[in-house]
């Protein structure tokens, strides 16, 4: 038991990112890693605050369920998402896997410490979701201590049926991709499909509810017959059965109780599986070939990309996103000509713009590029390597990752909107200086707040502090610029404000460049 319990606080320590040293340096990290795992269960907060107030203040009491099952069918897709994100993390391709099996400890405390960490950060953003809506809901019809029980018992046994989806499904994709060459490749092309389905079915959750007309009784059997956990636990809050709320609650548990048991007894020999890999198991002799020095990193930097799901869906997935988005214009261009009368606008190009602005500003992998070398960071330190060709090579790929299909989409607009290509180089133009201010920032930043010691790489895509400050300079950067330039639409100096901030972030970008010419390379040097 004793052995179980510093397994687990070893776990919440490392999700926490808290260690037990002492010191100012530790402190700060403390602080940093709370405020990481912070600011996500915010924005679900706000979210879900603002769904449920609209949704709830649409529907009349008598129909208030109907509101209730929409807004918790969307936090179970939401909380399934956020499990199938670090499913993998938590569960399989363990860095350290090696390291436990070397250790007095037996598979299944091992097991357990891991599925209670994963337990426990799916409850996390459960309360996020579940929280806002119930008490919205209580709020706007009535306040009921029957409520209020029920929705404690839906809360305990809401993310049991994601952790065994998102499991599952992260198990398959691992399974799959070990038995392929292209392991990375594989299974990055099918997490960006599931995400990508995810949002293609989020987006058409009104269709999917409604269909051609408001069919209450349709409504009800769709919810039964798809998602039964959320339907009856409604209809027990509706009709104030706490036994048929226990009922549910009960068989939850038991088929969740069912999958620990059994993943139980697989969990060592999947993760021993998963650790042999393709190449170990299908070893051959090849002919070496030979690159260059800088065309060498950027083969190593894209290599490390293609081969980390969690890399490409933090950074990469909002290009793909709008290359889909594109797509579904081509066959709705009506959704768009509305918004544009909805809000007067007339000239798209300066929307046009703003858009490459967003798509292009808020994408780069350099933010967590340089603390992902981790522990092998003396390697390419004492390689004989320009520090300046290493920055390149780091940038180079973020602008890859950043430029080219935001600009496809971009001029796949200006042909479903009959625009003048003539403004295509203008696009590009934005397109480029911002990918290279958002690469040349994100390396500045995780130079000056580097995280060497993790323990699980996506810790570091997800919560450290340089991609943190990394989005919040160059996200509020865009929202100023955004902001200005919509005072400035129906005025005829709108384009000469666009050549303005051009040319403000093509500054920027020189300064920057400076920066890790000089200072950057000694920051580098120190790194340890």
């Known amino acids: 038991m004793n052995k179980l319990k510093a397994l687990i606080q070893i ?31 915010i924005i679900i907060v706000y979210i879900f605050v603002t769904y449920a107030s609209v949704i709830f203040s649409t529907f009349p009491y008598e129909l208030g369920y109907l509101g209730l ?7 179970f897709l939401v909380v399934t998402y956020l499990a199938f994100y670090s499913a993998y993390g938590h569960l399989f391709g ?33 309360f996020c979701a579940l929280v806002p809506i119930f008490t919205i809901y209580l709020s706007v019809y009535s306040f009921d201590g029957m409520v209020m029980v029920q929705a404690l018992i839906i809360s305990l046994s809401f993310p049991f049926i994601p952790i065994v989806i998102a499991s599952i499904f992260s198990l398959l994709i691992s399974l799959v991709g070990n038995r392929s060459r292209h392991k990375g490749v594989l299974k990055l092309v099918i997490s960006i499909l599931s995400v990508v389905g995810l949002m293609i079915g989020m987006g058409y959750l009104n269709t999917f509810l409604l269909g051609e007309s408001f069919d209450l009784m349709v409504i009800n059997e769709r919810f039964r017959q798809f998602t039964p956990n959320i339907y009856y636990s ?6 104030q059965n706490l036994s048929l709320q226990f009922g549910i609650t009960m068989i939850l548990l038991v088929l969740f109780a069912i999958f620990v048991f059994l993943f139980s007894k ?25 690159s260059s020095v800088m065309l060498a990193l950027f083969k190593r930097e894209c290599s490390r990309y293609l081969t980390n799901v969690s890399y490409v869906i933090n950074t990469g997935l909002g290009s793909f996103t709008s290359l889909f988005g594109t797509i579904y ?69 973020s602008i890859i990752v950043s430029l080219p299909v935001p600009l496809i989409s971009i001029f796949i607009v200006q042909l479903i909107f009959k625009l003048s290509l003539l403004y295509f180089p203008l696009f590009v133009v934005i397109g480029t200086i911002m990918a290279l201010f958002t690469s040349q920032l994100g390396l500045m930043m995780n130079l000056c707040f580097p995280k060497l010691d993790w323990e699980r790489e996506i810790y570091v895509v997800k ?30 100096w709108i384009m000469e404000y666009i050549y303005g901030v051009v040319a403000i972030f093509a500054v920027f970008n020189a300064m920057l460049y400076l920066w890790l010419k000089h200072v950057g390379v000694k920051k580098f040097r120190k790194l340890a």
């Open 69 to 75: 099952l929409v807004l918790l069918l969307l936090a």
């Open 329 to 397: 214009l081509l066959f709705n261009q009506s959704v768009i000509e509305v918004a544009m009368l909805q809000f007067e606008v007339v000239d798209m190009v300066p929307v046009i713009c703003a858009v490459v602005f967003v798509m292009t500003g808020l994408l780069g992998t350099t933010a967590c590029s340089i603390s992902l070398e981790g522990k092998k960071l003396w390697i390419l330190k004492s390689s004989p390597i320009a520090i300046k060709d290493i920055f390149l090579a780091k940038i180079l790929l």
């Open 266 to 290: 697989l969990f060592i020999q999947i993760n021993r599986t998963l650790s042999i890999g393709y190449k170990k198991q299908n070893y051959t002799y090849q002919k070496q070939k030979r």
């Open 11 to 41: 776990e919440i320590q490392s999700i926490l990112n808290t260690t037990n040293f002492v010191g100012s340096r530790f402190k700060k990290q403390q602080k940093l890693g709370l405020l990481m795992l912070l600011f996500p269960a």
């Open 94 to 126: 363990l860095k350290d896997f090696d390291f436990l099996m070397s250790l007095p400890i037996n598979g299944q405390q091992m097991f357990l410490s891991k599925i209670i960490s994963f337990v426990l950060m799916s409850y996390f953003y459960t």
């Open 463 to 492: 919560n450290s502090m340089s991609v943190f400050l990394t989005t919040m300079v160059s996200g509020g950067l865009i929202l100023v610029v955004i902001f200005m330039g919509s005072r400035m639409m129906d005025t005829a």
């Open 234 to 239: 409604v209809m027990a809050i509706k009709n």
